[in-house]
């Protein structure tokens, strides 16, 4: 008998903080109007001084724990897709494991950068399928406002902090990945990079005062490649998953540009209506912006049971990769902790409150 991963839970978090465009306009040569006619995005979510990559983490995988009614101590893995962890080592995912309970699980951190969730659910439900695990806790999360030059209007004004994760549990009914589809192609290596702070370029006083430890972006090379290949890589996945575009319920892409989504929209013929987005009010929160996507559009009811979801990214490297999901969760299931009016907009915790918690 086959198994299969299904997702059984589902959470996410943003922090409080919200950075608008007209706030940026005081810092940058910019301005709502440009901002939002070339990206989409109307504001971004900044995390607190005292909140970190395992943080926000921490509360998305809680969320997710409790929709599914998994206790901790029953997750096998933690995979956390970021290119903002906390440290270069240990992997956050250990982190993540020790403060919500996960004593059983090994935790490892997968870099894919934007692509990074796709990547880690494709490789999380390898694991169930397998039957080396039934559950995988999947998080993908970022925090790229640390590593952002403020004072480049070309970087500064698209990325946003995040987290999202889901549970995939084994099962021997249908459903689950269906298809999925991993690519890279690194002669576009520097296309979006962080250039000091590796073996190629350690730290120094210089990479610092030269700001090599920011991101820096072709923006041009990126979109011509993100528009190709996010194409691409969704037909890809659909085709190995049996389907047809049409046949796919809901699209969930990486939420970067909306003129790249719109491109891409149109290379496949996806009416308007099973494309989610929410880019405007998070902007391009890497890996953690699909399943951050994801998990509002099945608040919103446009996730059912039964349905076929494609996710698609794409990223640094370069990176990309798509999967399709046949949706097998209930998904009016949803925490609420008492006193909270959402997932999204619960009180901030800082990290003393959110360790006493735990």
């Known amino acids: 008998m086959t198994t299969n991963a299904v997702i059984t839970g589902w959470g996410m978090y943003a922090p409080s903080r919200i950075l608008t465009n007209d706030e ?57 897709g970021t290119c903002s962890p906390d440290y270069p080592l240990p992997a956050t995912a250990v982190l993540v494991a020790r403060d919500i309970g996960a004593t059983r699980a090994a935790g490892f951190d997968l870099q894919a950068a934007c692509s990074g969730f796709v990547f880690a659910l494709a490789t999380g439900s390898s694991f169930v399928r397998s039957g080396m695990y039934r559950n995988v806790l999947v998080i993908g999360v970022e925090v790229l406002s640390r590593f952002l030059d403020w004072s480049d209007r ?67 090379d990126v979109y011509r490649y993100a528009t190709r290949q996010l194409a691409e890589s969704a037909g890809a996945a659909v085709r190995s ?17 909306l003129r790249i989504i719109e491109n891409v929209q149109k290379q496949l013929g996806i009416p308007s209506e099973k494309v989610y987005l929410n880019l405007e009010k998070y902007g391009n929160t890497s890996a953690a912006s699909v399943p951050m996507a994801l998990v509002e559009a099945v608040a919103e009811g446009r996730i059912k049971e039964g349905d076929r979801v494609l996710m698609a990214a794409f990223g640094s490297g370069y990176t990309a990769g798509a999967a399709v999901v046949e949706w097998t969760a209930d998904p009016t299931r949803a925490f609420v902790a008492p006193g909270e009016q959402t997932r999204m907009g619960r009180p901030q915790m800082t990290a003393p409150e959110l360790a006493g918690a735990l």
């Open 241 to 257: 998953a049996g389907l047809t575009i049409e046949s796919i319920d809901q699209f969930v892409f990486h939420q970067a540009n």
């Open 154 to 220: 070309n970087t500064c004004v698209l990325f946003g902090d995040g987290a999202g994760a889901v549970i995939l549990s084994a099962s021997d009914g249908p459903g689950g990945l269906l298809g999925f589809e991993m690519f890279s192609d690194g002669t576009g290596w520097d296309g979006i990079i962080v250039p000091a702070g590796g073996s190629a370029c350690p730290a120094s006083p210089q990479t610092s005062a030269d700001g090599g430890h920011f991101i820096h972006m072709a923006g041009r």
């Open 24 to 80: 940026l306009s005081r810092m940058v040569d910019t301005s709502d109007e440009w901002i939002v006619s070339r990206t989409g995005i109307r504001e971004r979510r900044i995390a607190a001084d005292d909140q970190t990559t395992n943080t926000l983490s921490v509360l998305a995988a809680r969320d997710a724990l409790a929709v599914a009614g998994i206790d901790p101590v029953d997750i096998d893995l933690v995979i956390v």
